[in-house]
């Protein structure tokens, strides 16, 4: 039997991120055998091809940041693509897998291993924290080609909301992957695109409707009669006065029963003007159709 034991691989684990090679264990006098019985015993876990960790829950962006550094590790020629170079340039995603990872080396043809989708590189590659990546721009709209309009709405959003990006960029970096396949979900998304949108939950919200084929404002300011602004919600459909409020981001949950009251008065004030306020919550987001049906009943009740 191999003596295996977790003391082992201590000195291994310490190592930048918490992960190792297999280099670095046979350079540490580990043999393959041995790192096999690790990783049988659970003692290990393999992240990618050739590189390993310890055990461990890992939330889905953990998960994301870990694969991407191993990725790295594993191949010296690798640039991060896609949702792990948006995740490596800061900007936030919605629900978006952990794995694939997607990186980008010097190949003909994309190849796949258990946690990793290769493509071949296409673009220069820039510095962020988690290591070599796809520029911000070229990110996003891959992003968006992998994971649909939502998706890349969200996080199109965020940087711009942000300042990372801009419109003009994006547009710029359209024009470089206009003949890719999935190409129109990057083009509809940056023209549905908004940065006044303050969270993803809002930026879905309004890809929704938009598919749905409604024109959406964000950020709708509410006035009186003595054209006094009394509120301020995340959208509203464009000439009428349905509006929408996200709950994901549960604007009042730090400020108590005290905060809770005053949204109530405020929700109570814009009702009395006249508008009709739909509330979206994070769960709805999952179910469109509830979204589209609540906007469609409000619309006919209004008519």
Same mark, same amino acid.
């Given at each position: 039997?191999?003596?295996?034991?977790?003391?082992?691989?201590?000195?291994?684990?310490?190592?930048?991120?918490?992960?190792?090679?297999?280099?670095?264990?046979?350079?540490?006098?580990?043999?393959?055998?041995?790192?096999? @019985?690790?990783?049988?015993?659970?003692?290990?876990?393999?992240?990618?091809?050739?590189? /390993?960790?310890?055990?461990?829950?890992?939330?889905?962006?953990?998960?994301?940041?870990?694969?991407? %550094?191993?990725?790295? %590790?594993? /191949?010296?020629?690798? *640039?991060? *693509?896609?949702?792990?170079?948006?995740?490596?340039?800061?900007?936030?995603?919605?629900? *978006?897998?952990?794995?694939?990872?997607? #990186? @980008?080396?010097?190949?003909?043809?994309?190849?796949?291993?258990?946690?990793?989708? #290769?493509?071949?590189?296409?673009?220069?590659?820039?510095?962020?924290?988690?290591?070599?990546?796809?520029?911000?721009?070229? !990110?996003?709209?891959?992003?968006?080609?992998?994971?649909?309009?939502? @998706?890349?709405?969200?996080?199109?959003?965020?940087?711009?909301?942000?300042?990372?990006?801009?419109?003009?960029?994006?547009? @710029?970096?359209?024009?470089?992957?206009?003949?890719?396949?999935?190409?129109?979900?990057?083009?509809?998304?940056?023209?549905?695109? $908004?940065?006044?949108?303050?969270?993803?939950?809002? !930026?879905?919200?309004?890809?929704?409707?938009?598919?749905?084929? /409604?024109?959406?404002?964000?950020?709708? %300011?509410?006035? $009186?009669?003595?054209?006094?602004?009394?509120?301020?919600?995340?959208?509203?459909?464009?000439?009428?006065?349905?509006?929408?409020?996200?709950?994901?981001?549960?604007? /009042?949950?730090?400020?108590?029963?005290?905060?809770?009251?005053?949204?109530?008065? %405020?929700?109570?004030?814009?009702?009395?003007?006249?508008?009709?306020?739909?509330?979206?919550?994070?769960?709805?987001?999952?179910?469109?159709?509830?979204?589209?049906?609540?906007?469609?009943?409000?619309?006919?009740?209004?008519?």
């Amino acid at each position: 039997m191999i003596d295996v034991t977790s003391d082992l691989f201590g000195d291994l684990l310490r190592l930048p991120d918490g992960l190792f090679t297999r280099q670095d264990a046979v350079r540490a006098g580990v043999r393959d055998r041995v790192i096999a @019985a690790a990783v049988h015993r659970r003692l290990i876990v393999r992240v990618c091809r050739g590189v /390993y960790t310890s055990p461990g829950p890992l939330s889905v962006d953990e998960q994301r940041h870990l694969v991407a %550094r191993a990725a790295l %590790r594993s /191949y010296e020629d690798a *640039v991060l *693509v896609g949702a792990p170079a948006v995740a490596a340039h800061g900007i936030p995603l919605f629900e *978006v897998p952990a794995l694939p990872g997607d #990186i @980008a080396r010097p190949i003909v043809r994309e190849a796949r291993t258990a946690q990793l989708r #290769i493509r071949p590189l296409r673009h220069a590659s820039v510095e962020t924290d988690w290591g070599p990546a796809t520029d911000l721009p070229t !990110s996003l709209l891959q992003l968006t080609m992998d994971h649909g309009i939502p @998706a890349g709405i969200a996080s199109i959003d965020a940087a711009l909301h942000t300042g990372a990006t801009d419109t003009d960029a994006l547009q @710029a970096a359209l024009g470089e992957i206009a003949a890719w396949p999935h190409s129109s979900r990057a083009r509809c998304a940056i023209a549905w695109s $908004d940065g006044r949108a303050e969270s993803l939950g809002e !930026s879905v919200t309004r890809a929704i409707l938009r598919g749905a084929g /409604y024109r959406v404002d964000s950020q709708v %300011r509410i006035a $009186d009669g003595d054209g006094v602004v009394v509120a301020r919600v995340d959208m509203g459909i464009e000439g009428t006065h349905v509006l929408l409020e996200f709950d994901g981001k549960v604007k /009042y949950t730090d400020g108590g029963p005290d905060a809770l009251f005053r949204e109530k008065k %405020r929700e109570d004030r814009i009702r009395s003007l006249g508008y009709v306020v739909i509330r979206v919550t994070w769960a709805d987001l999952f179910h469109a159709e509830r979204i589209v049906r609540a906007v469609r009943d409000a619309l006919a009740a209004a008519a």
